[in-house]
Structure formats: C-alpha cells, structure tokens
C-alpha cells in the first residue's frame, strides 16, 4: 500500500529552491517560521498557554476566543465606520482581528514559496529557521466530500467559489458552536473582505474546527484519515527536488501530505540579498510608511553575523 510521507530537508542553495517543480509547488500552501523547532500552533492556542502553562480546563481557549471576539464586535466601529461584518460572520471577524494582530485560532499561510522565505528570515536569530508546506488538496479533499453530501451527491464536481463559501459556513459553525463531540477538521479560509496586506502576501488561512486540542493534533488526526499509513522521513533536498517531479515509478506528488524545509542561520544573510533582488522585502510586503520603517531595520541587522 501507497505510504504518505511527511518530509523533512534542508536548503544550503538557492538554487535548491529554485529546482522544485512548480507544478508541484502549486499544490502546496506555505509558512514561514524563525525558528524551525517550533511546531505549528495558532497565536491563541500560544497565548493561552504563555498565560496559564499549566491549565487544566481544555475549554479555556473557547472561553478566550468568546471574550475577544464580542470585545472586538463592540470596539471596531470606533475605528472602523463603513467595512463592517455582519455579526455573524465570526470568520471574517477573526480576519480582521488577527490582521490587527489580535491571537486567533487562524494561522497564517501564503500561496507563496518566496514570501514563506521572506517570514522564515526575518527577526530569525535561531539556530535554524523553516518553511513549512502544506498539500491543500489533502485539506479540501474532505470538505469537497462533506459539501456533496450535503447536496445529496455521493460524487461530482463542488467549484472553487462553491468550495470556498461552504468552508466558510463550516468554520461560521464551528466557532459559533462548540461542543465536546467536534469532529476534527481543517479548513483553508479566503476572507471575503481583502485587505493590502493579504493581497500582497498572498494570504489565507488555515482554521482548526476544534480549538480545545493542539492544532498539531488536529492536524495529525486530518493526515491521517487519508491513509492511516503515513511515514515521517528525512531526506537530501536533491531526493526531495527527484519527489517534486512526479513520474512512474516515482513518489506521487499526491501522497507528500506536508513537508518542512530546513535554513541554516549561517544562510540567512545570502538568502535576504536573493530576495532583495526579487523586490521581496519588508516595504513591498507590508505596505505604507510602517513598512518602509519595518524594511530599514531588516535590510541591516545581523550583516556580519551571517557572513561566512
């Protein structure tokens, strides 16, 4: 039986980046990291646990996500008059609180390999950084079957804006309603109401339905129901280059569920002058002034530490 594999390498050349099939690539959505021990969590699964360690109440981060959300509701048209939600729609809600920098339970990807660099270099000062890559057909594959059943189809085609809208609802729900039986489930959120930010980064969300548990183990358990035959392997970035491009004979491009790419510290510097040359700094990601400011101290700090 066909294995999935969740793949673990690292780059020591630009070029490394460069030689992954795009096709394969397309698959795939991203996330940057400073430090690439750490797993993946939500800001609010973070917060809670920065606050209380050692908590036992497993309910906890619902309680935090209630309060915030009505303060959030109540406070916005201070600031804001005209872009306002409806109030039930808590996925946009959470959007634009976690755009604000509020903790969510929204986790921040891009459709961007390069922009994933660009997060996993800047303010890295750990031994190693990350990119993570996460297979979103195996994230919609679910959801495409759960919107045909509930049209009464046991197969047929569900269209991107159809596919898009019926996470949205999914996800309203959830966060709406919890109740200790919540399946385990990932959603890929596209905000309705766009920002510059999340255009120009080319954001979107990854939502768990369940916020009492790690999203790791969310996300685990979702790997895991597409084959419970799922390895976790190191390989060579060559052998990995070999996985992306998919032939007979050769690992499906399918069967990668999620992959992590490793950066030496020492390739930091060489990498941020790769993307300088892109255009992919702090000005041109995060727009207006405060960009432009963020882009000044980034373009310096560390120079020498990460020279050879």
């Known amino acids: 039986m066909t294995k999935n594999l969740i793949i673990t390498t690292k780059i020591e050349r630009w ?19 400073a430090d690439s021990s750490w797993q993946l969590a939500t800001s609010l699964e973070r917060m809670v646990r920065l ?18 959300l009505a303060d959030f509701k109540w406070k916005y048209p201070l600031y804001e008059k005209f872009i ?23 986790l921040d990807f891009t459709k961007s390999l390069f922009v994933a660099l660009y997060m996993a270099l800047d303010n890295s000062f ?9 297979n979103s057909a195996f994230i919609d594959e679910p959801t495409v079957k759960l919107c045909l059943f509930e049209q009464g189809k046991i ?44 255009s120009i980064q080319q954001g979107l969300f990854v939502m768990p339905s369940d916020i009492t548990v790690p999203f790791m183990d969310i996300l685990s358990e979702v790997l895991s129901m597409t084959n419970p035959h799922t390895e976790n392997i190191e390989v060579p970035i060559e052998n990995f280059i070999e996985y992306s491009y998919s032939d007979i ?40 002034l405060s960009g432009m400011a963020k882009s000044l101290s980034y373009l310096r700090h560390g120079m020498h530490e990460y020279e050879e």
Not at 15 to 33: A, P, Y
Not at 257 to 283: C, D, H, Y
């Open 155 to 198: 197969s047929g085609v569900v269209t991107d804006s159809e596919l898009k809208a019926f996470a949205r609802k999914k996800a309203n729900s959830y966060i709406e309603h919890y109740c200790s039986d919540t399946p385990k489930e990932l959603y890929l959120i596209h905000p309705t109401l766009c920002n510059d930010r999340l």
């Open 84 to 106: 306002i939600p409806s109030l039930e729609d808590n996925v946009e809600w959470l959007s634009l609180m976690q755009h604000y920098g509020a903790p969510t339970r929204l």
């Open 51 to 68: 606050h209380t360690p050692n908590y036992i109440d497993r309910h906890l981060p619902t309680i935090y996500e209630h309060d915030m």
């Open 15 to 33: 070029n490394d980046l460069v030689s992954l099939d795009q096709k394969f690539l397309k698959k795939f959505v991203f996330r940057g990291q």
């Open 126 to 134: 750990a031994e190693s950084s990350c990119i993570w890559g996460l």
């Open 249 to 288: 004979g050769k690992t499906s491009q399918r069967d990668i569920l999620l992959f992590k790419i490793i950066i030496p510290k020492w390739f930091k510097f060489q990498l941020t002058k790769l993307l300088m040359q892109m255009n992919i700094t702090a000005e041109t990601l995060y727009p207006g």
